[in-house]
């Protein structure tokens, strides 16, 4: 495609409920990332694949947070019994090669996450 | 130590000014210096970035400066104009792939 692309692009959920959070990235694209950014700050880091590799999860705030790309490309991002504290919107970045490199980070539009 | 501090927080330029937005560091591990354009709606995408071996880089109106003794760097934006207001972020990077992000600068552009 012509660039990472995000589904939904908003989506509210209540307290409590599970949701699920598409990223697709540029076709070849070997990394892929995930980001949080609150209301007004900058991205946070959460995770990291090379490949279907998951390499660095270290920004994952909790265990309901898990990230997976079972085949290398789509990437799904699921936050489990959702809390307020995670409205926030979600971006997912790939680049092209792994991560010694100094590719440039092609981000998505993001996802609004809104928990009521 | 894996903070970027971003300042100011937010900025008001005249048509044709300068732009200035200053970041600082302490890891010196960091090895990669960017920094984000983000308008509303859209995700960041990269303005320009150095490698700390390197004083300054320009390219078009844009320029980082960066004082590898201060830990500091900074973004200059030379004649400015309304289509750059959009919010500017620094970041580092370290090892190739983590990026830690400044909290961000909204700038405004005057007409």
């Known amino acids: 495609g012509a660039g990472v692309s995000q589904s939904p692009r908003y989506k509210v959920a209540k307290r409590g409920q599970d949701v699920a959070l598409r990223c697709d990235p540029i076709s070849g694209h070997v990394s892929l990332f995930w980001y949080q950014q609150a209301l007004g700050q900058g991205p946070e880091f959460l995770t990291y694949?090379?490949?279907?590799?998951?390499?660095?999860k270290s920004g994952l705030p909790s265990d309901r947070f898990f990230a997976e790309r079972p085949e290398g490309s789509v990437s799904t991002l699921k936050i489990q019994r959702t809390q307020q504290e995670d409205s926030a919107v979600y971006l997912c970045?790939?680049?092209?090669?792994?991560?010694?490199?100094?590719?440039?980070?092609?981000f998505g539009p993001g996802t609004r996450l809104t928990v009521l | 130590q894996q903070q970027v501090k971003q300042s100011p927080q937010s900025l008001i330029v005249q048509k044709g000014g300068i732009s200035i937005i200053n970041c600082a560091y302490e890891n010196t591990a960091f090895d990669y210096f960017p920094w984000y354009q983000q308008f509303p709606g859209k995700g960041p995408a990269l303005l320009i970035a150095i490698r700390p071996d390197v004083s300054e880089k320009k390219e078009g109106r844009f320029t980082i400066s960066f004082n590898k003794s201060a830990k500091q760097f900074s973004l200059h934006i030379m004649d400015s104009q309304p289509g750059d207001s959009a919010t500017y972020f620094c970041a580092a990077r370290a090892g190739g792939f983590k990026t830690i992000f400044g909290a961000g600068t909204r700038l405004f552009v005057k007409a």
């Open positions: 694949f090379q490949n279907e590799a998951q390499l660095d």
């Open positions: 970045a790939s680049s092209m090669t792994s991560g010694l490199e100094y590719n440039e980070q092609f």
